[in-house]
């Protein structure tokens, strides 16, 4: 890359980060101007995310695929949870990385959606209904029912996923060496939300707690452009906010490994050490040196 393409490159970053923070702010004169945007803005605000270099098969000298948990409850995550409920009070820009995720979906942003993290069996938005909604016969709707009388929309429970319940992302990557380059690099394959399941919203903080799982899987380049068109807060400077996909690629989070692809199936760590997290945590590390020190001993041997 030339000095001329890099510092065009910056430059569109620039001003794309400027133009994404809260317009207006400081020229406006009623608060209904704030957010509102001129022809430079709007043009700036419709930049692509940078392209995916091509990686030739014959170039990769080594891959490792992981997945991982991002554990929202860490600090570092938290730009991934908040803000938990999309009113519209902080700002229309402003979503949780769930409610980008779903708000997608929805609009058919957002169509490589699975149900499991091999994208083999693929789900539309009707799918994920049983998946993020429960409707439940409250009490007196089932006294009403046991009495014969006619049940009405208001005598259920309504339960649903949102993004205060989603308390995780499990993702899958896969990290190779490009002998072309000599570099080690990583490329972020897929993404799932992790909440409890619907049907334990109603039994309580302990039944939920024990029931985690995935809500479904999305295929990341699929979603490169919806994510890219939403940003996250940045608490050190909320001129200059970032992108969801530039979080993700960069990998500005804290993660742990539970699974590497293996001969067992692609068997996760819990499953070959049993009830001991501490042991867990030490082989999750374990595999992250592996690949950490690939790279280094490529040059010293």
Do not use: C, H
């Amino acid at each position: 890359m030339d000095k001329s393409t890099f510092f065009a490159l910056i430059l569109a970053l620039l001003s794309f980060n400027l133009s994404n923070a809260q317009s207006n702010l400081l020229n406006a004169k009623v608060p209904q101007e704030v957010g509102q945007m001129n022809e430079q803005q709007i043009e700036a605000e419709n930049v692509s995310p940078i392209e995916y270099g091509y990686v030739d098969d014959r170039d990769v000298l080594w891959s490792k695929t992981i997945w991982e948990i991002i554990d929202l409850d860490e600090r570092i995550n938290f730009p991934y949870y908040y803000p938990r409920v999309n009113n519209g009070y902080l700002s229309s820009n402003r979503k949780s990385l769930f409610r980008v995720l779903m708000d997608g979906i929805i609009e058919g942003n957002i169509t490589e959606v699975y149900a499991t993290d091999y994208f083999n069996d693929k789900l539309t938005y009707e799918d994920l209904g049983d998946v993020l909604e429960l409707r439940q016969l409250s009490s007196e709707g089932i006294e009403k029912s046991n009495a014969g009388e006619t049940v009405t929309e208001d005598d259920y429970d309504i339960y649903k996923i949102e993004s205060d319940k989603v308390i995780q992302y499990r993702i899958k990557g896969t990290w190779y060496f490009n002998k072309r380059l000599g570099e080690l690099k990583y490329r972020l394959l897929g993404i799932a939300p992790v909440a409890p399941d619907v049907s334990t919203l109603s039994e309580g903080p302990e039944a939920m707690a024990n029931a985690l799982v995935p809500l479904f899987w999305v295929w990341f380049p699929d979603a490169r452009e919806e994510l890219n068109r939403n940003k996250v807060f940045n608490s050190k400077n909320s001129s200059q906010p970032i992108t969801y996909d530039m979080m993700l690629n960069s990998r500005r989070f804290n993660s742990t490994i539970y699974k590497e692809e293996n001969v067992y199936e692609d068997r996760e760590v819990k499953e070959y050490i049993y009830e001991d997290a501490l042991r867990q945590l030490l082989e999750s590390d374990r595999i992250k040196s592996v690949i950490r020190d690939f790279e280094q001993d490529m040059w010293n041997n």
